[in-house]
């Protein structure tokens, strides 16, 4: 059994930053690619960005490339999604998971193949 706490969202204004951290416990932290997903009031949670168990490879969607950066730290079992030039768009609830299955290439995963789930943390952008 896996636990992931995230922390580190909040209020910002449109073209601000923040940097979220989830920290696992309870698990082999460096056998599992990490995601963060996310969601947004009366909206599907949505896959944001992933990486792989040796931080060698990432995948985004698309409207966050080059705005997002995922990454971990293997020793601290911590994860990782810096977030810049942020938009009102960007407010959600953001989660970050384990994930089932590794893939490579810019994939996109879905919520259906994440296993263990932190309880999120939440990030507002205003305009």
């Known amino acids: 059994q896996v636990q992931l706490v995230e922390s580190g969202g909040g209020l910002v204004q449109a073209g601000g930053s923040l940097r979220l951290s989830c920290a696992a416990s309870?698990?082999?932290?460096?056998?599992?690619?990490m995601a963060w997903f996310r969601q947004a009031p009366g909206k599907e949670r949505e896959f944001v960005a992933a990486?792989?168990?040796?931080?060698?490879?990432?995948s985004y969607k698309d409207s966050v490339k080059g705005r997002f950066a995922i990454s971990r730290d293997n020793v601290k079992n911590t994860v990782y999604l810096q977030m810049n030039s942020l938009k009102p768009e960007d407010t959600a609830g953001y989660y970050c998971?384990?994930?089932?299955?590794?893939?490579?290439?810019?994939?996109?995963?879905?919520?259906?193949?994440?296993?263990?789930w932190g309880q999120g943390t939440q990030v507002t952008v205003s305009s």
């Open positions: 998971a384990t994930l089932s299955v590794c893939y490579s290439g810019n994939y996109y995963y879905t919520p259906s193949q994440a296993n263990y």
């Open positions: 309870g698990g082999t932290f460096s056998s599992y690619c």
């Open positions: 990486i792989s168990w040796s931080g060698g490879s990432t």
